[in-house]
């Protein structure tokens, strides 16, 4: 059975600091991974897109990494803003076929920034 | 404003009621998605529409049916509701694979 687990389910930190999120998958074939970031009640925003040959995308401060061997990908946040809290969601795409696919959703990392 | 519109933002309704949802997609996107999300939970999907045609079907009960018309606005619709109903539902849209899904504000659904 496809599945994303995400770590840690929460997590709380310190205006300015950086954090490190963690996403761990089962799905295969493997076509694509995606960061997504969710204020609370409101739809998610795409943060970063890899296909399964890119180690690393930027996003400003929101840097993801893959290691498809490993089935790993971590969001790595610099120097977070208040501006931060929110869910952070790992999804995975298991297909590469046209039209018809469904996308794998983590549970989400709950990121609360605290003055 | 992600281009991606859904209406209402809110509903309040009864039990054994039946609802729909609306959404319309990002200008030049053909695949329209469903998902909903209970409270603290991750995203379920429910069904994908590409340019008219149902493509994928996820865990959707027998009492919800969805479709998307030939401007290629989508509707859900939600029927003999029950209160474990009330979620948030996601429309979002995409042209292709490699391109980020697109989301909608969502639909607070709240069954009494």
């Known amino acids: 059975k496809n599945q994303v687990e995400q770590s840690p389910q929460s997590l709380i930190i310190l205006e300015g600091k950086n954090c490190t999120l963690q996403c761990n998958y089962t799905v295969s074939p493997f076509s694509n991974l995606r960061w997504y970031k969710q204020d609370t009640g409101r739809g998610p925003v795409s943060l970063t897109i890899m296909t399964f040959s890119e180690n690393t995308k930027s996003n400003g401060r929101y840097t993801a990494t893959l290691d498809a061997d490993t089935k790993q990908s971590s969001l790595h946040i610099t120097a977070s803003q208040l501006s931060d809290s929110a869910s952070y969601i790992c999804v995975v795409s298991p297909t590469s076929g046209a039209g018809s696919y469904q996308l794998t959703f983590g549970k989400g990392t709950k990121l609360s920034v605290i003055p | 404003d992600s281009g991606v519109t859904q209406t209402p933002k809110h509903l309040i309704t009864a039990t054994g009621q039946r609802v729909t949802l609306r959404c319309s997609p990002r200008s030049g996107d053909l695949s329209v998605y469903w998902y909903q999300q209970s409270l603290d939970q991750g995203l379920q999907f429910l069904i994908q529409y590409y340019n008219g045609e149902e493509r994928a079907k996820g865990n959707i009960l027998e009492r919800f049916s969805a479709q998307q018309f030939p401007d290629l606005h989508s509707e859900l619709n939600l029927s003999s509701l029950e209160l474990g109903d009330s979620a948030l539902y996601f429309c979002?849209?995409?042209?292709?694979?490699?391109?980020?899904?697109?989301f909608g504000s969502g639909t607070r659904l709240t069954v009494v």
């Open positions: 979002a849209s995409s042209v292709g694979i490699t391109q980020g899904y697109t």
